[in-house]
């Protein structure tokens, strides 16, 4: 067993029983689980939640035990920062794991039925009570609190959205007048956020008690009138089965895993509707014998889970993923490109050929036409139906591509602009890189500028993929770029209010979502430049919609835009730059330096994006220096004001 620094987290002795104690940093922790195994031997790892990080150890034989999705059905719970971690890590754990534990038909369900999923080995390991919950209350152990009230319900659980406390105090609420005399609403777990949930239902007698021993927690359940469970989402629903421990009746949602845990032995209605909470709430509280019947079957509910029928699920997995080939499958994937194109006869035949003369055979094509005047449609019908076209008007570019990405069934997508080429392979390795990197989301290469005449002029600045590096400047290459269809169908289209850096925007929107972002050193691509395209021609408005991109998938621009924009607007934009630039060759800097100040006094004020950028900047000191950032993260642990400011 693998732990952070003190004690592990669960002793069990044995002979065939070791514990490591490893370095609390991630990276530092996983790169010694890695060289540990390899020491041991190890034939598979058991790994408890999936995290971004992972020990050299192949992952085919790794079991990822993951309870739900939920952050994949309710992601406005989530932070946009927690969001997009959570979306790594589960995907590296969903597409790349040998195999997924989970504890119930519906999260099993959700898994089978994700994007990211590749494995076919999702097995249930159902969980049971654990031997700290099924102790016997005493007399005594029932907090003050709570004996003031002649009955009570109870929920133990952190206030977290999809708990549902809001609307489980409104159905308290509505029940309250007719519910006997001196009925309370308990509640215990991490009270952070009470304060903000309570609000408008003060003077109702809700009791929030906090973090209370194992002892207190049976006895609150054991004295309950019933547990109140309307929990939006659930993977499984571990107090039902304490409930079921005490003879406890059980309201609860009729949603998710919960009716499959629980079974005949509860009372289950929507959890978004009020009045059915509370005529729950009035019914076993008033209607004679419910309480007797609910009692009896949830003792009997509680025996259908214990703890052999997982750990043998567990051990019949760590044998499979034992003999687990070490590399993934190799899948032919339909490749889909979209080509967009208006009056670029001179380029168009070259950039289709490009296409149409890979080595790897699984490719479909198709031409967005925006009725074009010159010949282009010409071209195209000579082709005849080696490829598909379309000519019809369209609002632009980014339009034509949003249509005809539509309109292809690939899983693997692209576009490429006319009067860009692709290099001969690599679509081969495109598709070599998705299979052997599945959690992989999006993938570019490297590329060549090239002029008019198709010779080479340059090589474009792709760089290895971070967060920050993209928000510093455009380091993936557009026709060196393949992404997955997966997350078009979680981010959705292109965004047709670009004019010149929409895929700019969409590399942010998708990075920021979560996405997996790779970079390989082969060169797939050439990228033209000439006087009519749009990098060249609309400099002016590239950076006031970079700006903008950055402002809102970011919180901030990178001080190099500041750089390109006044050394744009002071050389470039006007017929005395040249002279200008000879004059003075660096003025362009002081005015950017300002403007750039100006815009981290605007983050300053604003909570909300200091918090995001915030996370970004430890992104990459984390990643440069381990050493720093263990100390942020202890002082973030040990500091109630760093917690509340940088969520």
Not at 399 to 404: F, Q, S, T, V
Not at 579 to 597: D, E, Q
């Amino acid at each position: 067993m693998f732990h952070r620094p003190g004690k592990p987290p669960i002793m069990i002795e044995g002979d065939n029983v070791e514990y490591v104690e490893l370095d609390e940093h991630p990276v530092v922790f996983y790169e010694a689980m890695g060289r540990h195994c390899e020491t041991i031997g190890a034939d598979a790892i058991i790994r408890t939640y999936p995290q971004e990080q992972h020990p050299a150890f192949p992952m085919t034989r790794q079991i990822f035990v993951i309870p739900d999705i939920q952050h994949e059905f309710y992601p406005n719970f989530f932070s946009d920062r927690v969001l997009s971690a959570r979306r790594r890590a589960f995907a590296y754990a969903l597409s790349c794991g040998g195999a997924i534990a989970t504890m119930t038909g519906h999260s099993r369900a959700t898994m089978v039925e994700n994007g990211w999923t590749r494995t076919d080995d999702v097995f249930l390991m159902p969980a049971a009570l654990p031997e700290e919950l099924r102790e016997t209350p005493e007399p005594g152990d029932l907090p003050a609190e709570a004996a003031k009230f002649d009955r009570f319900f109870y929920m133990p659980a952190n206030m977290w959205a999809h708990k549902n406390h809001r609307r489980l105090f409104e159905a308290f609420k509505r029940a309250y007048p007719d519910l006997p005399p001196n009925t309370g609403l308990i509640l215990s777990g991490n009270p952070e956020g009470f304060a903000d949930f309570i609000k408008g239902y003060e003077d109702l007698p809700i009791l929030h008690l906090g973090f209370v021993p194992h002892r207190q927690v049976a006895a609150l359940f054991a004295n309950a009138t019933a547990l109140v469970y309307f929990s939006l989402f659930e993977g499984f629903g571990m107090p039902l089965l304490e409930a079921f421990h005490h003879g406890t009746p059980v309201l609860c949602s009729n949603t998710t895993s919960l009716p499959e845990v629980g079974g005949d032995a509860v009372l289950a209605c929507d959890p978004t509707d009020e009045a059915a909470m509370a005529a729950l709430m009035k019914r076993i509280t008033t209607e004679a014998g419910l309480r007797d019947m609910l009692s009896e079957k949830a003792k009997l509910r509680v025996l259908a889970y214990d703890w052999e029928g997982p750990a043998r699920a567990l051990r019949a997995a760590v044998t499979r993923v034992a003999g687990n080939p070490a590399e993934y499958p190799q899948r032919q994937p339909l490749v889909s490109i979209v080509m967009p194109t208006r009056n670029h006869a001179r380029f168009i035949r070259e950039a289709i050929d490009s296409v149409l003369n890979q080595s790897y055979p699984n490719i479909e094509l198709l031409v967005m036409d925006g009725v074009s005047t010159d010949n282009t449609v010409e071209i195209l019908k000579s082709y005849g139906d080696r490829i598909r076209w379309i000519s019809e008007p369209d609002k632009g570019q980014t339009d034509a591509i949003n249509k005809g990405t539509a309109l292809l069934k690939g899983d693997v997508l692209a576009y490429l602009n006319s009067d860009d080429v692709l290099l001969p392979g690599a679509i081969e390795t495109v598709v070599r890189y998705f299979n052997d990197h599945p959690e992989c989301d999006m993938m570019y290469g490297n590329a060549d500028y090239i002029d008019v005449d198709g010779h080479v002029t340059g090589t474009y600045n792709t760089a290895e993929y971070s967060f920050d590096r993209l928000m510093a400047d455009c380091c993936i290459c557009q026709p060196a770029a393949f992404w997955q269809r997966r997350i078009v169908d979680r981010i959705g289209p292109f965004d047709v209010s670009m004019q010149t850096a929409m895929d700019y925007e969409y590399w942010l929107r998708m990075a920021r979502s979560g996405a997996i972002i790779h970079h390989v050193g082969d060169k797939l691509a050439q990228s033209r430049l000439h006087e009519d395209a749009k990098t060249l021609a609309m400099r002016g408005k590239i950076y006031e919609e970079v700006f903008e991109i950055c402002e809102r998938h970011g919180g901030y621009v990178s001080f190099s835009y500041y750089l390109g924009m006044w050394s744009y607007r002071l050389y470039e934009s006007w017929s005395g730059g040249d002279r200008l630039r000879r004059i003075a060759p660096g003025i362009y800097t002081l005015p950017a330096l300002v403007h750039f100040a100006s815009q981290l006094s605007k983050i300053g004020a604003d909570p909300e994006k200091a918090n995001y950028v915030a996370h970004t900047v430890f992104g990459v000191v984390d990643r440069k220096s381990p050493f720093l950032g263990r100390a942020v993260r202890k002082a973030w642990t040990l500091s109630p004001a760093l917690r509340r400011r940088f969520r």
